[in-house]
T-cell receptor, first 117, second 112 residues
Framework: EPEVTQTPSHQVTQMGQEVILRCVPI?????FYWYRQILGQKVEFLVS????????KSEIFDDQFSVERPDGSNFTLKIRSTKLEDSAMYFC???????????????FGAGSRLTVL | DAKTTQPPSMDCAEGRAANLPCNHS???????VYWYRQIHSQGPQYIIH???NNETNEMASLIITEDRKSSTLILPHATLRDTAVYYC?????????????FGAGTRLAVHP
């Protein structure tokens, strides 16, 4: 079964450092998303991406965050200068383009745990 | 998107059916009901979705009331591996774009 792959599974970084989290969405999917989950809290939407541009972003997704599709397979989330409160699980997801309710199913990756010290 | 209400937690004995309710009294005619679950900090996993009719797949059954104001996710024979947080989300399909907003969900504990 196709899956969304995320790397690294766990990253530890110092406050103020830049972090890049990587995702390989399902190959025929064209909508990409990043979510995060702070320990013990809800899964929160960060950003969606389609046709090489951001289609929607949340208030959380400030200037410290950016997303990119550098090639035909990867989708990245960059945090420029990490803060302690960025410590969380980050989930990438993708969905295919098409009509019908089934096209709207999101497939999530296993997540990248970011720990900021 | 219609707001949903789920109980914060439920228990179920292994091997028994788990029935997870969801209220969505403000659902509109073109909104679907989607169910996802999250097993212990893993990525959310799609389970099933439906509009009006009851639906069944290899994971679960979804029963939607005739007025569509509530639904029930049924895991017919719960196992310990079904212990997870279950999310009911109501959403209009939009050509594939599906920004899901997760609530607190129902924490299902399956015990031996």
């Amino acid at each position: 079964e196709p899956e969304v792959t995320q790397t690294p599974s766990h990253q530890v970084t110092q406050m103020g450092q830049e972090v890049i989290l990587r995702c390989v969405p399902i190959s025929n999917h064209l909508y990409f998303y990043w979510y995060r989950q702070i320990l013990g809290q809800k899964v929160e939407f960060l950003v969606s991406f389609y046709n090489n541009e951001i289609s929607e972003k949340s208030e959380i997704f400030d200037d410290q965050f950016s997303v990119e599709r550098p090639d035909g397979s990867n989708f990245t989330l960059k945090i420029r200068s990490t803060k302690l409160e960025d410590s969380a699980m980050y989930f990438c997801a993708s969905s295919e383009v098409g009509v019908g309710s089934g096209a709207n199913v999101l497939t999530f990756g296993a997540g990248s745990r970011l720990t900021v010290l | 998107d219609a707001k949903t209400t789920q109980p914060p937690s439920m228990d179920c004995a292994e091997g028994r059916a788990a029935n997870l309710p969801c209220n969505h009294s403000t659902i509109s005619g073109n909104e679907y009901v989607y169910w996802y679950r999250q097993i212990h900090s893993q990525g959310p996993q799609y389970i099933i979705h439906g509009l009006k009719n009851n639906e069944t797949n290899e994971m679960a059954s979804l029963i939607i009331t005739e007025d569509r104001k509530s639904s029930t996710l049924i895991l017919p024979h719960a196992t310990l591996r079904d212990t997870a947080v279950y999310y009911c989300i109501v959403r209009v399909p939009a050509g594939g774009y599906n920004k899901l907003i997760f609530g607190a969900g129902t924490r299902l504990a399956v015990h031996p």
